[in-house]
């Protein structure tokens, strides 16, 4: 059944909490969640996907850490700007404008990346090393041929998933596309697909998939092994691999049997316990 698109108001009031703070980057309305106290950790969500994604791991990470967690543009309740156009060195420059906006203009920052936001998170890091502290990749995108590493898988060639196009956030698909992505099927429950579900249908946020599927994300993994930073890699067993520690030269790597493309979800506590290890 096509789904109509709900509206921004009604999604805000859904999932803001006493947390949520907005603050006007390029005339993008940003949703953002600043919490904990000590050095700053960066959080980047998939595409598709929201801040939200991280609430699992919030009670470990914020005993820590000061963890700053925002909705990418075009996606969550950030929507994009008209002019923003999905571009990879577009989501670079907003990270650099949002991690300024929160006071992060001068010192270092760890970043954490899932997905596309791991995408996002390893070319940030090859672009501005001097400000990246330790670097985190969980089943991060980046190679032109794995692009399909996403909850809602794209590609260049093949647009997104025929599922999403037909269904257009049909409760059945969302619950299909979990189970056919993640090894840990005892977290799909109706709460999670629901908040999939809403920030999927959130005003704006299918354009905003499918603007990225064509958007220019610039090839630049010849140029990893410059990454001179510690990094962390964790990968779920049931993801196809992409051999992210061949390519960088300062890297741990942890594999977790059985699970999939949300660790943070699957397995919050040992993924909070190797995040933390490893950043300390």
Known sequence: MFKLDLPLDSIKQKYTDDNSKFVTIDKMNVHYKEEGEGEPLVLLHDAGLSLQIWNNLMPFLTKHYRVIRFDLPGFGL??????????????????????????????????????????????????????????????????????????FQFDKKNGLSKGLMRW??????????????????????????????????????????????????????????????????????????????????????KKYEGIGLLPMIENAKQTAEDIIQFLS
């Open 78 to 151: 950030t929507a994009a700007s008209k002019r923003f156009d999905y571009s990879m060195d577009k989501y670079i420059y907003f990270v650099k404008k949002m991690t300024a906006a929160v006071g992060l203009s001068l010192g270092k920052f760890s970043i954490l990346g899932a997905g596309f936001g791991g995408h996002i998170a390893w070319q940030y890091t090859l672009l501005h090393q001097h400000r990246i502290e330790k670097l985190i990749l969980i089943n991060a995108q980046g190679y032109a041929s794995k692009n399909s590493l996403s909850l």
């Open 168 to 253: 257009r956030g049909n409760t059945w698909m969302v619950n299909k596309l979990l189970r056919k992505q993640v090894g840990n099927e005892s977290i799909i429950n109706d709460q999670l697909i629901r908040e999939i579900q809403d920030i999927l249908l959130c005003k704006g946020n299918r354009k905003s998939l499918i603007r990225l599927s064509k958007a220019a994300l610039k090839d630049r993994k010849h140029r990893m092994p410059e990454i001179k930073t510690s990094t962390l890699v964790i990968w779920g067993s049931k993801v196809e691999k992409v051999n992210f520690e061949k390519d960088l030269p300062n890297v741990e790597f």
